[in-house]
């Protein structure tokens, strides 16, 4: 199941040494450039020629600043404190003099990516180590400035202090003399402290990037300005692929003030297939020279295309025992089948949907000496940088992109293809340019989540127990159109398989017979560019999965919740591994239980109210984040409507870094999965999302919110992701709820009240008849 | 030539008359904290004050400012209760959207010092935030209300340039 290892091992800072040196005035800690041994043998001569390849690395100066860099995108998960907090508290640093620095693409940096909800989790024990090491380094040293021995001395909130005597890390700095290199083997072998020995970790703290986000200082893309630089709008074709332009009229264009003419976009690397955009003095006159211009097309056949035609040939994919690739393959499910008492079958679907960040993609670029500089917010630089390099025909070293605050990012910003228009756009007209989609540009150009099908089938024996399960599912697969590499061997070898399409189906239940096909729908495939959207594969597999374990749970007359717990043994593969998934599936039940008595399940509730459940192990097995929750709701039988008044949930992420940030991304997460839930779904007309702004759009507000009660569990256990789980189950507990107030069971996502109100006419005619 | 105060400065433009305000603001006076978001007032992203109303920008023709008085983020000058209650309450994640949620609850507390749960969802429903970091939106615009008995004025260069907080 460990299918994200060739990603992981790119990110990781595994087997690197950790070097200390002084540098100019300041005292520097990084990894170093090369693994293990082969490294350079003095740390100040590497740290001072730049030889270093940390996703973090930090500084001390004279005055006791802690300067630490970090190489995560900041999208509203607070990152750069929760990592800050990880360093300072196995420095032993005065938290006041904390600062964070969000750095540029230089290759120093290493592989940078922020999304998969793995920042913290990836970087937990390498940035424990290097604070680790950090605070030996300045332990000696002041040591030996105070003339003491080393272990008479501790260093507290920025000093280190020996009995009476203490010295602060500013002066061992600017007194002091760095050159020290921990090895690998040394670095592991450093003392990590435990749980209650933490001064930061664990602790509420204010995030350090809200103040700028309360009086407008915040900087976002957006917000760049560089001299000499003209406005820019594209002109996003009627699909993604093969359009191709046959004629270009400005001719209603030309009149408008501050008009400058446009650009056809050539891109070697096929990212842009048929675009052009529109040059001004203003970004107003861009807009309007936009919505003058026209562009005539050699339409691509995907501009033909509706999300009927999709989710049909999903529907037929998923019927097709041939069709995609095994992920799953435990016992014998066919003879399963044939000893079954009952067969039960169930299909699901989800919608299109649009990420929609707040802030509109854009791109500031300017060429300076041969080098292009990129202004922007982009979660996913390494995999943006060959892009640009090839759209340009350069190398990356002609390319620096820099980074400010992403206005949303929910998995959007991964790909930056929407940096493409804007360094060609640069290009071609020899200026710097400030390329701003509008909203709508910005959603017909956006990779939405696939529309998706699950089909299941499940066997139950004459004992009234579940004896297997077949699952398979089509989608479009983001992974297989914009970072191939990652996608891994199918287990019959048919093929490969989007792991970030798949996470979710192989769930922590034990079932003697489980069988998984996971099946890319061509037809999406060609039609528009699937995307990477918040939760991912788990967003939409887990709806299948947890509506279809109630339906099962109702067929078989056991409550949703006994039935699951039976399922959650902890068995065989589902024991978990040490130290990422210690306890396994025990902890899922754990998590289950506990949401059991907080939710008050089981109580009395209203007329046309109902509870559901749902479970999760978050983004990947090789990373579970263990979520149980209850929705409560109820449901107007006359027109539909579904109001859900409470949320609960209880959330086992291991250690818990930064409290409130934690807090903060589950609720929004929640809510995230309450609006997908029941607020958007965006269809695909003619090859292209057909809601493209808030008119038709229309995402959770402020009046929709129910009550929300999240707990997390105290955990010494190692810190694993936040940022998308809190997504993944509330719809399936929305819908068994509505199932448990209503009888009416629904089967595809969004949930519209017309469901509802068709589902309850049926069956009253059907009473009739 | 159109006229008008902005953050307590007189301030003068020529763009074309049609132009939103939004973008007078944010390019021609460089104060970005008001943002962009949907282009159609209808996420609440670009809210500032037009003498005391919360108006959306980005689509205001900037003709209809003329000798009248804006109010951005920046004009409240880090001094607004709801400024500090957005930091205690720890309201923003992405904060895309945090400027026009404070311009719009500002108007709210000009009016009414003590909002009921219901007034401030009906005042704050046509803000979007994509984050979703509603309850804590919620939280921080009664924290600020109870931070003061009083209904707080925003800054209103017609009282002898005297700012009252």
Partial sequence: MNNLNGIKDKIQLSRRNFLVGSVGASLLMAFSVLPGKSMAENAKKALAGKIFSPNVWFEINERGEVLINIAKAEIGQHIGTALARIVADELGADWSKVRIVHVDTDPKWGYMVTGGSWSVFHSFTPLSQAGAAGRIALLEAGAVLLGKNGNECEVINGYVKCGEKSISFGDIVSKGQFNRIFTVEELAALPIKSGKNRQFIGKDTMALDIPSKTNGTAKYGIDVEVDGMVYARPIVPPSRYGNSITKVNDKKAVNIPGYLGYEILNDPSETLQGWVCVLATSYYSAIKAGDAIVVSYKKSPATKVSEEQIQIEGEKLTRDKNAGNLFVDDGNVEQATLEAKINLEASYRTASLLHFPLEPVNATVEFIDDVCHIHTGNQWQS???????????????????????????????????????????????????????????????????????????????????????????????????????????????????????????????TLDNHRVRAINNKLAQDTFLPGWLRSVGPGWLCWGVESFMDEIAIATNKDPIDFRLSLLDGRGKNAGTAPVSNHGALRLANVLKKVRSQSNWGGELGENEGMGVAITYGQERTMPTWIACVAHVHVNKSNGKVTVKKLSLTVDCGTVIHPDGALAQVEGGVLWGLSLALHEGNEIKKGQISKTNLDTYTPLRMGDVPELDIQFIESDEISVGLGEPGVVTVAPAIANAIAQATGVRLRSLPMRPDDIIQFLKERESNKIG | MIEFILNGKKVSTKVPDDTPLLWVIRDEFHLKGTKFGCGISMCGACTVHIDGDPVRACKYPVKLVNKKQITTIEGLNNEHPLQEAWIKEQVPQCGYCQSGQIMQAATLLASNKDPSEKEIVAHMSNNLCRCMAYSRIKKAIKTAANSTSETVSIFDPALNGQKEI
């Avoid at chain 1, 340009?392 to 980074?403: F, G, W």
């Fill in chain 1, 383 to 509: 995999l943006t940088m060959p892009l640009i390099a090839k759209a340009l025909n350069v190398t990356q070293e002609k390319i620096v992109m820099h980074q400010y605050y992403l206005g949303g990012g929910f998995g959007r910003r991964l790909f930056g293809d929407y940096i493409i228009p804007a360094v060609l756009t640069a290009k071609a007209y020899g200026k710097p340019i400030k390329m701003v989609f509008t909203r709508e540009d910005d959603s017909r150009f956006s990779p939405p989540r696939s529309p998706s099908v699950q089909l299941f089938n499940a066997s139950v024996d004459a004992k009234n127990n579940v004896t297997g399960i077949e699952h398979a599912f089509a989608a479009g697969w983001p992974t297989l159109s914009m970072a191939p590499q990652f996608m891994f061997e199918s287990l019959d070898k048919k093929g490969k398989i989007d792991p970030f399409s798949s996470n979710g189906a192989d769930h922590w239940y």
